[in-house]
T-cell receptor, first 116, second 113 residues
Framework: EPEVTQTPSHQVTQMGQEVILRCVPISNHLYFYWYRQILGQKVEFLVSFYNNEISEKSEIFDDQFSVERPDGSNFTLKIRSTKLEDSAMYFC??????????????FGAGSRLTVL | SQKIEQNSEALNIQEGKTATLTCNYTNYSPAYLQWYRQDPGRGPVFLLL?????KEKRKERLKVTFDTTLKQSLFHITASQPADSATYLC????????????FGTGTRLQVTL
């Protein structure tokens, strides 16, 4: 099955620094998601992105966060000024379009962000 | 508010037994529920989807039920194996949203020899 590829697998950064997490979704898919999972906690929705626009976002996805599809294939999540509480695993996902309209997701392996 | 909840306590069972995990939802009626498996440090992997008009769905050793009266889905693994040890997540789309798939906290299953 085609993969969703995320880079970097692990990033360590200082508080206040900008971080960009990258995702290469399954080709030809148009619906993308970012989720995060703080260690030991649930997988939380951040944002969904469809047709080059944000479709929905959660209350977590504040002005510090942004998403882009800069070149038609990569899909990025930027955190402008990281805080300690941004430390988490960040997952990119795309919709697998073979379930009659149900949003079944294929996830990447995740990017672990550690903010010091 | 709309909630999807799973028993956060780990479930420990012996190899060969049937594991049963529970997912309850409140204050909404999802059109479908999904079940995912998550291994430590990895992303969730889709297992099964069941729609509100389906009572039961099977895939190999996995079975999912959907009871709209009890507002509950049960996830069964028969003839469980140590390799089934993982966290199992249920997920659904909340009413009023188009794309936001919301996950439960997950239940960790440990299958021992």
């Amino acid at each position: 099955e085609p993969e969703v590829t995320q880079t970097p697998s692990h990033q360590v950064t200082q508080m206040g620094q900008e971080v960009i997490l990258r995702c290469v979704p399954i080709s030809n898919h148009l619906y993308f998601y970012w989720y995060r999972q703080i260690l030991g906690q649930k997988v939380e929705f951040l944002v969904s992105f469809y047709n080059n626009e944000i479709s929905e976002k959660s209350e977590i996805f504040d002005d510090q966060f942004s998403v882009e599809r800069p070149d038609g294939s990569n899909f990025t999540l930027k955190i402008r000024s990281t805080k300690l509480e941004d430390s988490a695993m960040y997952f990119c996902a795309t919709v697998t379009g073979d379930h009659s309209g149900a949003n079944v997701l294929t996830f990447g392996a995740g990017s672990r962000l550690t903010v010091l | 508010s709309q909630k999807i909840e799973q028993n956060s306590e780990a479930l420990n069972i012996q190899e060969g037994k049937t594991a049963t995990l529970t997912c309850n939802y409140t204050n909404y009626s999802p059109a479908y529920l999904q079940w995912y498996r998550q291994d430590p440090g990895r992303g969730p992997v889709f297992l099964l989807l069941i729609r509100e008009n389906e009572k039961e769905k099977r895939k190999e050793r996995l079975k999912v039920t959907f009871d709209t009266t009890l507002k509950q889905s049960l996830f069964h693994i028969t003839a469980s194996q140590p390799a089934d040890s993982a966290t199992y997540l249920c997920a659904s789309i909340n009413t009023g949203t188009a794309s936001k798939l919301t996950f439960g906290t997950g239940t960790r299953l440990q299958v021992t020899l």
